[in-house]
Nanobody, 114 residues
Framework: QVQLVESGGGLVQPGGSLRLSCAAS????????MGWYRQAPGRQLELVSA???????NAADSVKGRFTISRDNAKNTVDLQMNNLKPEDTAIYYC????????WGQGTQVTVSS
């Protein structure tokens, strides 16, 4: 079992930045592939970015060059640095941990609006 708690969401103007953080507990964090997903109103859940246990990353085309995922295995955290935010980035962002099973956090709201 893994417990995930997200933080760092909020309201930001277009062009602004936010940093989301996900704290994990309950298992050996370093073996998990960690990911950030988002779901906007009326839309399906989509992968934003992920980072493997070995540090390999991937990201959705819509966020490449703007969002950066990172992990700290000593602190059991995974962060998502979001720069140059756009209104279309508005969504609930979820942290996930995948190894044998998939675990999810409760989500944090990100709203990009002027």
């Amino acid at each position: 079992q893994v417990q995930l708690v997200e933080s760092g969401g909020g309201l930001v103007q277009p062009g602004g930045s936010l940093r989301l953080s996900c704290a994990a507990s309950g298992d050996i964090f370093s073996v998990y592939t960690m990911g950030w997903y988002r779901q906007a109103p009326g839309r399906q859940l989509e992968l934003v970015s992920a980072i493997s246990s070995g540090g390999n990353t991937n990201a959705a085309d819509s966020v490449k060059g703007r969002f950066t995922i990172s992990r700290d295995n000593a602190k059991n955290t995974v962060d998502l640095q979001m720069n140059n935010l756009k209104p279309e980035d508005t969504a609930i962002y979820y942290c996930s941990a995948r190894y044998r099973d998939v675990y999810w956090g409760q989500g944090t709201q990100v709203t990009v609006s002027s």
